[in-house]
Each structure stands twice: as C-alpha cells, then as structure tokens.
C-alpha cells in the first residue's frame, strides 16, 4: 500500500512561539462554531426551499411543485406566511448575522498571513466573500423562481462548510500523487452530485418518477431534461433527466468515495469514519426517502449529509 504523507508545507516563522500557538488554537475552535453555525444556516434554508417547494403541504402529494407548475391552482395572492415558515427566516437570519460577525472576527486573527501563514488567511477570507455572496444573493433572488437561486444558495452554503472544517482542522491531509487525483476526482464527483441534487430539489423533481429504471424512461425526450438549465423557470415533465442523474450520481460517489475512505483510515482515522459513516447512511435514506414519500425530516437529513461529504472530502485537498 502506497504510504499517505501530510502535505509537506512549511510553518510560518513565529509558528513555534505560544503567542502563535495560542492564536491558531482560537481561530481553530471558532472555525469549528463557525462549521456549527453553517450547518444549521444550510438546514434551515433547505427547510425554507423545500417548504415553498410543496413538501409537507396539506393535500400532499398534488400540492408538490404548485409554485411552479402552471398546471396546478395557484396559491392566494393574500396568503401570508405561517408562523413557523417566519420563526424558521428570523432563526436563519439571525444565525447567518452571527456566522458573519464570527467571521469577521476570525479575518482579524488570521491576518497578516505571517501569523499563521497565507493558507488559513486566504481561506478566512474566502469565507467571508462566500458569506457576503450569499447575503446579496438572498436580498436580489428572494423571490425568484429561478432554480440558479436555489442552487448558488446550496452551493455557496457547502462552500462556507468546507472551509469552516479546513480551517477548523489545521493542516489540511495531503497524499501523494496517486490517492491525490483520486481525492480530487471525489471532490469534484460530490459537487457534481450536489448540483444535481440542488436542481433536483428546486425544479420540483422529488416526485417525478419512481426508481431509476423508471425515471429513465421519463426521460426519453428533451423535455425530461429542461431542469438541467437553472436560468429557466421549471416547467412540468421536465425533470425526471435530472432525477435520475441525481440517483446514478449517489452510486457513483458512493462506489468511488469509500474505497478512497477506507484507503486513508490509517493516516486520517477520525475523518475517514466519518465519511464512511454518512456514505452508508446516504445509501439507505435515499431508498427510504423514496419510499416514504420524501418526508421533510429525512430530505433534511439527506441535505446535511452531503453538505458533510464535501466538507470532509475538501479538508484531505
């Protein structure tokens, strides 16, 4: 077996004095409240997409999708929202103004660089651009159909996860040249997977087909792919295409992430459990949601785990 090395990066100069230690140690333990937070930002506004979407609507299933489909009876113009759907925004909004001060504070210890040298400043200040993306993002797309909205919110959360535990990890885990194009082929397969997933979601394809056998056969036609454009408004019939690219996807990141989990759990023993615990769990809540209508709590769970995946899988770049 081909040994894993940490990345062979040097310390910056003043790495070694207790000063330095003592303000890596900070920014290490707020990275880690900063991880906590986005998770629960990203649960609350998945909670949020799907709620508009339809899931967990009263006359469910026929409800599912009526923001969209111009088939169903449009909502009142007059409803206004409950009061869990405003308790939930004032949660998430409150959380994300607490995310944004913590990393704000977070920039100020990790700069200048020669502290801590120019990785954990750079991706300090990574997360904070994401972090003010997502802000303007959510003021300008609050109310537009468009599943690129959805979709930059997915990403641009999953993005603040992945290096909330880089920064929260230290030294990200390096290989050598083999298991490194293998961790980069799992990275890029599991933001592949989550695009999919992100369209899938936002144009209303939960309940498009039943399996994959049959939602490749409502895919024939090009129609059945139109959800594949995030600039285009949802159209009815036209997301089983990327329902069954989602679940082939699933396999795929599957097949291809565990080997490599189960390759670094001599170096990265921690890490490698905790992502092969949640690749199991993803490969039995995806028959289950399926078969149980896709209940709100195990499409939440789903969500949270992929955004852990990836998270995970950046930290090992």
């Known amino acids: 077996m081909t040994p894993i090395a940490l990345s062979a990066s040097s310390p910056p100069p003043d790495a070694e004095s207790p000063e330095s230690r003592d303000s890596m140690r900070r920014l290490r333990r707020m990275a880690w409240v900063c991880a906590a937070l986005v998770l629960a930002i990203t649960t609350l506004s998945a909670w949020l997409r799907l709620t508009k979407a339809g899931i967990g609507c009263t006359d469910w299933p026929a409800c599912y999708g009526a923001v969209w489909a111009s088939a169903a009876p449009a909502l009142p113009a007059s409803a206004e929202p409950s009061a869990t759907v405003l308790a939930v925004r004032l949660a998430h909004r409150v959380l994300a103004v607490a995310a944004l001060v913590l990393i704000v504070v977070m920039l ?23 972090t003010l993306g997502l802000a303007v993002l ?27 535990l880089r920064l929260a990890s230290g030294r990200p885990v390096g290989a050598q040249a083999d298991t490194r194009a293998w961790l980069w082929a799992v990275f890029v397969l599991m933001l592949l997977e989550t695009a999919l997933g992100g369209l899938a979601s936002a144009s209303g394809s939960l309940l498009a087909c039943d399996g994959t056998g049959d939602c490749w056969a409502k895919a024939q036609g090009s129609p059945a792919w139109s959800a594949l454009n995030p600039w285009h408004t949802p159209v009815p019939g036209g997301s089983a295409g990327v329902h069954w690219a989602h679940q082939l996807g699933g396999w795929a990141v599957l097949l291809l992430a565990a080997p490599l989990a189960w390759r670094l759990r001599a170096h990265d023993g921690y890490g490698a459990a905790a992502l092969l615990a949640a690749l199991a769990l993803q490969a039995v809540l995806g028959p289950l949601m399926a078969s149980a209508a896709y209940p709100m709590a195990l499409v939440l769970a789903h969500n ?14």
């Open 138 to 164: 959510g003021a300008l797309g609050a109310q537009s159909p468009l599943p690129a909205v959805a979709l930059g919110n997915l990403l641009g959360g999953f993005a603040m996860l992945a290096l909330s």
């Open 108 to 130: 100020g210890s990790a700069w200048p660089p020669r502290r801590h040298g120019w990785r954990p400043a750079l991706e300090t200040g990574a997360l904070l651009a994401v």
């Open 304 to 317: 949270a785990l992929a955004a852990l995946m990836l998270a995970l899988s950046a930290r090992w770049l």
